[in-house]
């Protein structure tokens, strides 16, 4: 089962930052969590991961809790072309378990 | 260029007809996923082979196979396609706790 609670859906301008919540209060040491997104009809496509420490890519940041017991996805100028379904997941070594994710609306 | 490729992109099959989906990657991952995606719900993951070694998910159905006959190739077999088996099947590849890499998938119609 996955390890992760997200909300169903949410809503964000154009041009703003979308935060996007994660709760996975029973992570492990040794887990990760890991962020894609999938767009209609595509396959889901990697944004981000991190263990514990604050992680930026070109496509995004990861905000990781002290506890790790939840994190925040940020895409810090949000543009049409991320409508998506944003998975959270918390995963240790070779097995992916998706979560039903967030079906993230940008409003123009 | 695609790193990991289905084929094919569309199939359809009759009720009960054997059918296998194919998924070739270019990328030397060793780990190689199978999900089944039905509409508006999270892919659902089928089995995994970590190299050789194959992972069925316990509440995978008996009719769902998989072959890995080498590195690059990994075959998904349905042995009597029923129609509650009509779906996106989605192939992934990663390397142990690394990203994974999706193919586009193929939709396939049980007819």
């Known amino acids: 089962d996955a390890k992760t609670t997200q909300p169903t859906s949410m809503d964000c301008a154009e041009g703003r930052a979308a935060n996007l919540p994660c709760n996975h209060s029973t992570i492990s040491g040794n887990e990760y969590v890991y962020w894609y997104r999938q767009i209609h009809s595509q396959g889901p496509q990697y944004i981000i991961h991190?263990?514990?420490n604050n992680e930026t890519n070109e496509m995004a940041s990861l905000i990781i809790t002290e506890d790790r017991k939840s994190s925040t996805l940020i895409l810090p100028h949000a543009t049409l072309r991320d409508t998506a379904v944003y998975y959270c997941?918390?995963?240790?070594?070779?097995?992916?378990?998706f979560g039903k994710g967030t079906r993230l609306h940008i409003l123009p | 260029d695609a790193m990991v490729i289905q084929n094919p992109r569309y199939q359809v099959t009759q009720f009960g007809k054997p059918v296998t989906l194919s998924c070739s990657q270019t990328?030397?991952?060793?780990?190689m996923y199978w999900y089944q995606q039905k509409s508006s719900q999270a892919p659902k993951l089928l089995f995994h082979?970590?190299?050789?070694?194959?992972?069925n998910e316990a509440d995978t159905p008996d009719n769902f196979q998989s072959r890995r006959p080498n590195t690059s190739f990994c075959f998904l077999d349905i042995r009597s396609p029923g129609l509650g088996d009509a779906a996106m099947y989605l192939c992934?590849?990663?390397?142990?706790?690394?990203?994974?890499?999706f193919g586009q998938g193929t939709r396939l119609t049980v007819v």
């Open positions: 990328l030397n991952h060793n780990v």
């Open positions: 997941i918390v995963r240790v070594w070779d097995k992916i378990i």
């Open positions: 991190g263990l514990k």
């Open positions: 082979y970590y190299d050789k070694d194959f992972n």
């Open positions: 992934a590849t990663s390397r142990a706790n690394t990203e994974a890499f």
